[in-house]
């Protein structure tokens, strides 16, 4: 089966300008994820969508990220403005998991979008 | 979530058995073990997930002590393509936002 699809997989942009990514889970996953992983460290929770609707996002930085699955598939993730700390690899994640299962729910990785803030 | 502590590196040569520890002293009741897997310019992948004793499948072996403060992650005859970092990740098993990453173990295999 086709795995977590996301693009860009590069972008550079300079600080205080915008930058979206995207991503499209496996078909059929209803929990999707946003990770964000800076160079040297493990991935860090953003937010959480179940179908359309928002789980998690308590580790998003609310004033300038914002992300959005409208029809409870496809998913972006925006940064506006970009920081220089953000320069980091956005990865997207999604799992079967319905939240009422107590089977284990391995999430599958994207292979992210690299992003450097000058 | 239970804070787990890993070794920052390791190194191994070819064909050896490679042993990696965590550290879970806060372990609660409901939470399980799992190790996730990570290549350069991938996203991590998961590779085994335990609640106590052991476990095997065709990648690796976890073993859990009694206690459960601690698991090991064994990977059988090592190749050069197993130099990936490993996690070790605890939280409860149907919660879907268990995954918090710690800094992981960066395994370098020699040939």
């Known amino acids: 089966e086709a795995g977590v699809a996301q693009s860009p997989r590069y972008k550079i942009i300079e600080k205080r300008q915008s930058v979206a990514f995207w991503c499209n889970p496996i078909?059929?996953?209803?929990?999707l994820y946003w990770y964000q992983q800076i160079l040297g460290q493990g991935p860090k929770l953003l937010i959480q969508f179940q179908n359309n609707g928002v789980v998690d996002d308590s580790q998003l930085p609310k004033d300038r990220f914002s992300a959005e699955r409208l029809k409870g598939v496809d998913s972006t993730l925006k940064i506006q403005p970009a920081k220089l700390e953000d320069s980091a690899v956005y990865l997207c994640?999604?799992?079967?998991?319905?939240?009422?299962?107590?089977?284990?729910?391995?999430?599958?990785f994207g292979p992210g979008t690299r992003l450097t803030v000058l | 979530l239970a804070k787990t502590t890993q070794p920052i590196s390791m190194d191994s040569y070819e064909g050896q058995e490679v042993n990696i520890t965590c550290s879970h002293n806060?372990?609660?009741?409901?939470?399980?073990i799992t190790w996730y897997q990570q290549f350069p310019s991938q996203g991590p992948r998961f590779i085994i997930q335990g609640y106590k004793t052991k476990v095997t499948n065709e990648v690796a072996s976890l073993f859990i002590p009694a206690d459960r403060k601690s698991s090991t992650l064994s990977l059988p005859r090592v190749s050069l393509s197993d130099t990936a970092v490993y996690y070790c990740?605890?939280?409860?098993?149907?919660?879907?936002?268990?995954?918090?990453f710690g800094g992981g173990t960066r395994l370098m295999v020699k040939p």
């Open positions: 990740l605890v939280g409860v098993i149907n919660a879907g936002n268990m995954l918090t």
């Open positions: 806060n372990i609660a009741t409901n939470d399980y």
């Open positions: 994640a999604s799992t079967f998991w319905t939240g009422h299962t107590s089977s284990y729910n391995e999430q599958f």
């Open positions: 078909s059929g996953h209803a929990t």
